[in-house]
Structures are given as C-alpha cells and as structure tokens.
C-alpha cells in the first residue's frame, strides 16, 4: 500500500500542468477563453496527432504505435496533452475531442495499410468523461467504420482509475468494445490501487506497465518481474513504457517482457516521419530475409 501510494504520488507529480494553471489563476474569463479556443482548434484543425513506436523486443520490430494528442495554439505555440486535457476533461469537450483523436488515428491507420507498411496496431488515449459521458461504443464503431479498418487494429487506452466509478457497467462496455475485435489496454498500470487479481475479471488484452517501474528497473526488478509475470499468467501481452536505456531493454528481455515503448526505442514523431520508419523497417526485412516468391 505504501508502495502504492508512492508510485502514484510520483505519477501525479510528473503530470503536474503549467499552463493550465497559469490560465485558471487568471478567473473565469480565462477557462471560457481556454474553451473556445479549444473549440475553434477543433474546428481548424488546429490539434493533431504524433505516434510514438512500440517495438516487439525479441525481434525489434515495430509492431504499434501509440496515438499521442497536441495542440498547435495560434498565440501560445505548440501545447503537450498536459497543458489542455485537463481542462478538457473538466469542461466535456474531450468527448469531441476524443472523437476527432479516434477517427483521426484510425484514418492513418489506414493509409499505412494502404501504403503496405500495415497491419499496425493504433493505440488511442481515452479519458474517463470519454469513457462514462460520451457514447464510446458508438464513436469507435463510427470511426472504424469510416476509416475501413479492421476494429482488431485499434487498441485503447484506459487507466485503472477510470474502472472505479462503476466496475460492472465498466466491464459491460469494455465487452461491448472487445466483441468489435477493438483491443484494450490498461495505461500506466501499477501507479493506481487496483492489485493484479482484480484484473482477472476485466476483458483486457494488454498491459502497459507504467515508466516509473521502467525507470526503476535495477532497484525495483521484483515488482517489474511480478508484473510481467502475472501480467503474463492472465494471458495478457505486456508492455514496458519509458525505456531510455539501453540496460533497460536487456533487463526487460530477462524478464519476458514482449514489448517496449519509450524514448531510447522511438520517440513520439509526425506520421510522415513515422511512415519513413516503417518503410526503412520494411526494406530492411527484405534486405535480411530475401522473398523469392515475388
Ligand atoms: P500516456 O498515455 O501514458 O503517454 C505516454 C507519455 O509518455 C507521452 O507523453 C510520451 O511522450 C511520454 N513518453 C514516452 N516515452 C517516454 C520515455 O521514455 N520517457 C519519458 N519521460 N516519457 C516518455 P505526452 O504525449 O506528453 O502525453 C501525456 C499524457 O497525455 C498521456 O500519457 C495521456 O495520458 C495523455 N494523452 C495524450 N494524448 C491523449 C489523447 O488523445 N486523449 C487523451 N484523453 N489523453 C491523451
Ligand atoms: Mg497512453
Ligand atoms: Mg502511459
Ligand atoms: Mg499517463
């Protein structure tokens, strides 16, 4: 329990937000300031996305990507999710917000697949006004369906907070989302209150253990261990984020850790950029293992 709590007090520090701090020590007029502006960035596609690789450790192949929201604000420049979401999530607008992220991310899905460089796995981030307000079924249907993709392509992202509020109608959502082949991951797991056991009964398909306990790896390696292990036993894929090291991979690899996420693998880029790697990924799979076939 002490653990816990240490682990989700250093969670809730890094997210601490700047900005939107600034802008609601300023009153009122500012937060309606702050949500038009949102609103107009929604209508001028003022946000978009960056994605960040997931590679398969074994083999080092990037395998998913991780859909990652910003904000390019006509006076304020380039804002992190940390600057706005918040205040997103507080006013209601993530619920539209989040819609554009779904039909946005599984739109490039598509166009990768297009390109060849496919199949991909799409992880979106969704908030828990997204998850509780809005109707989440309808919106992944609708964005699935308008992009032409396969719904076993997108993965989303939930956190173990969001669970609380409800478990059973919870779990009567998420098995709604797992019947359209949908994915579902639980983020940044290990900073909330949830044991591993009270995993047993959701329909998840992965987990992503949090940085922290990446960050940790040498001092922390029974918890790492416990995780990927049970993670494991649930029959879960399992997932390391914030790797920035490469000592971290070997640790991660001598853990039966399958996959990693963070800086020292790929940082989070445009999808041109990202197009650019897989087709270098591509060429270099047919450099290494030629197809005669063709
Ligand atoms: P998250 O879902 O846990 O996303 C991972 C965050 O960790 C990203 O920050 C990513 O850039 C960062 N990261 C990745 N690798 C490393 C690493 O090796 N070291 C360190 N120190 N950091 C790493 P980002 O993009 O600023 O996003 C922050 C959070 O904002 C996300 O945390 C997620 O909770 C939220 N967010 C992002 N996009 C969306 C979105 O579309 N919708 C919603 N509702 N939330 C979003
Ligand atoms: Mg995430
Ligand atoms: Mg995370
Ligand atoms: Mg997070």
Redesign the pocket.
């Known amino acids: 329990r002490a653990d816990a709590a240490m682990y989700a007090a250093k969670a809730a520090g890094?997210?601490r937000v700047h900005f939107f701090d600034r802008f609601m020590g300023q009153g009122a007029k500012s937060r309606l300031v702050l949500l038009e502006d949102m609103r107009a960035g929604l209508r001028e596609n003022a946000f978009f996305?960056?994605y960040?690789p997931q590679f398969d450790l074994q083999t080092g192949n990037i395998f998913g990507a991780?859909?990652?929201?910003?904000w390019q604000h006509p006076e304020l420049g380039l804002l992190?999710?940390?600057e706005f979401?918040p205040h997103?999530?507080e006013t209601g607008l993530?619920v539209e917000?989040?819609q554009w992220?779904l039909e946005e991310?599984c739109r490039q899905n598509k166009r990768w697949q297009s390109e060849g460089l496919g199949p991909l796995l799409v992880?979106?981030?969704?908030?828990a006004r997204?998850f509780w307000d809005g109707d989440l079924v309808g919106q992944v249907r609708a964005a699935v369906q308008a992009a032409g993709i396969s719904g076993e392509y997108l993965e989303l992202?939930i956190?173990e907070s969001l669970l609380i509020r409800n478990r059973d109608v919870a779990i009567a959502t998420m098995s709604e989302l797992r019947d359209f082949g949908v994915k579902l991951a639980i983020?940044?797991f290990g900073t909330g209150y949830s044991s591993l056991a009270a995993l047993k009964h959701l329909p998840l398909t992965r987990l992503?253990i949090?940085?922290i306990f990446?960050?940790d790896i040498s001092s922390e390696c029974s918890i790492m261990q416990a995780i990927i292990t049970l993670g494991k036993e649930l029959g879960l894929s399992v997932i390391a984020?914030?790797?920035?090291e490469e000592a971290q991979v070997h640790a991660l690899r001598r853990f039966g850790c399958d996959e990693g996420?963070?800086?020292?693998?790929g940082?989070?880029m445009r999808a041109d950029q990202f197009t650019k790697c897989l087709a270098g990924q591509r060429l270099q799979r047919t450099v290494n293992v030629p197809d005669y076939s063709i």
């Open positions: 890094r997210d996305l960056d960040q991780e859909a990652l929201v910003r992190p999710p940390s979401i997103a999530e993530v917000l989040g992220v991310a992880g979106v981030n969704v908030s997204q992202e956190t983020d940044d992503k949090d940085r990446t960050g984020e914030g790797i920035e996420q963070g800086f020292h693998l940082r989070p």
